[in-house]
């Protein structure tokens, strides 16, 4: 089974900066089938990224996801105040699916 | 678009089976491409995703290993949904379970969730 490893646990940054947010593989991920996910409290996940650089529908394009192999990145630009929550990694191999543990994303 | 309905008891004791109904609109549930699974999250496991169902000229599912042999995920054609069904539940099972659509090996549309219980 792949597990992914995010970090940091938690960021705090202010709106308007950028937040770096990182997803690391214990083995490569098949074909970059590597997702991202937003989390709202009382939410459920919603998809944000998908195959490491794929913007989902509807998906502001200050979030960009990129990376290859078994370190992948989701960088938000600008952040606004609705950007603040939790943000999860999830991949795809073997007829398998696996998920981060999650990066919490709060107001400095 | 896409809107999926999940229903089911909030309470289930343990050694007995937790049963889940997810029903689906604004797509078939025998769609070529696309996938239907079943998820869940607790704290202590973090998002799991529990195993799926689809249609590829015939009926198929994967499961996880974690629940391999407890599992069954079924598809209802006549009412275009599909249920969930995990035995021998403990309070390790207790977590809010989730149906999703499963596209580009990933997950787009999802239920609102399901706080499942497993208590005496």
């Known amino acids: 089974e792949v597990v992914l490893t995010q970090s940091p646990g938690t960021l705090s940054l202010s709106p308007g900066d950028r937040a770096t947010l990182s997803c690391r593989a214990s083995?490569?991920?098949?074909?970059?089938?590597l997702a991202w996910f937003q989390q709202k409290p009382g939410q459920a996940p919603r998809l944000l990224i998908y195959a490491a650089s794929g913007r989902a529908a509807g998906v502001p394009d200050r979030f960009t996801g990129s990376g290859s192999g078994t370190d992948f990145t989701l960088t938000i630009n600008r952040l606004e105040p609705e950007d603040f929550a939790v943000y999860y990694c999830?991949?795809?191999?073997?007829?398998?699916?696996?998920f981060g543990q999650g990066t919490k994303l709060d107001i400095k | 678009q896409v809107q999926l309905k999940q229903s089911g008891p909030g309470l289930v004791k343990p050694s007995l089976t937790l049963s889940l109904t997810c029903a689906i609109s604004g797509d078939s549930l025998s769609s070529n491409g696309v996938a239907w699974n079943w998820i869940r999250q607790s704290p202590s496991r973090g998002l799991e995703w529990l195993g799926r169902t689809y249609y590829r000229s015939k009926w198929s599912n994967d499961y996880a290993w974690a629940v391999q042999g407890r599992i069954t995920v079924s598809p209802d054609t006549s009412k275009n949904q599909f249920s969930l069904q995990l035995t021998s539940v403990t309070p390790e099972d207790t977590a809010v379970y989730y149906c999703a659509r499963g596209s580009r090996s990933t997950f787009d549309f999802w239920s609102q969730g399901t706080l499942v219980t497993v208590s005496s």
């Open positions: 999830q991949q795809f191999g073997s007829s398998s699916f696996t």
């Open positions: 083995q490569t991920v098949t074909d970059n089938l």
